[in-house]
């Protein structure tokens, strides 16, 4: 079983920038393919980036490409989530989460979750 804890959401004005850090435990960190996923209230949970398990290879959501920038560090058990020129559209809460295998999209198998944290882009 691993653990995740979100940090270092916050308050931004819109063009802002804020990085997201994510910090495992309770399980092999490098194991596991990261990744970011947000939600808004009433909508559906959407893909925001994702990270291979080496972290050699990266996924982004087309609404976030070019803008934000998944990473991670396997000695210090944490993913990343820089987030650059952000827009009211990205508010939302950002959630954490980790899988076995490969590289998928769908939040349905993702088997570990955080706890979220908010967002909010003021324009």
């Known amino acids: 079983q691993v653990q995740l804890v979100e940090s270092g959401g916050g308050l931004v004005q819109a063009g802002g920038s804020l990085r997201l850090s994510c910090t495992a435990s309770?399980?092999?960190?490098?194991?596991?393919?990261m990744a970011w996923f947000r939600q808004v209230p009433g909508k559906e949970r959407e893909f925001v980036a994702a990270?291979?398990?080496?972290?050699?290879?990266?996924y982004y959501g087309d609404s976030v490409k070019g803008r934000f920038t998944i990473s991670r560090d396997n000695a210090k058990n944490t993913a990343y989530l820089q987030m650059n020129s952000l827009k009211p559209e990205d508010t939302a809460v950002y959630l954490c989460?980790?899988?076995?295998?490969?590289?998928?999209?769908?939040?349905?198998?993702?088997?570990?979750w955080g706890q979220g944290t908010q967002i909010t882009v003021s324009s």
């Open positions: 309770g399980g092999t960190f490098s194991t596991y393919v």
């Open positions: 990270i291979s398990r080496s972290g050699g290879n990266t």
């Open positions: 989460a980790a899988r076995r295998g490969l590289y998928v999209s769908t939040s349905l198998d993702y088997n570990y």
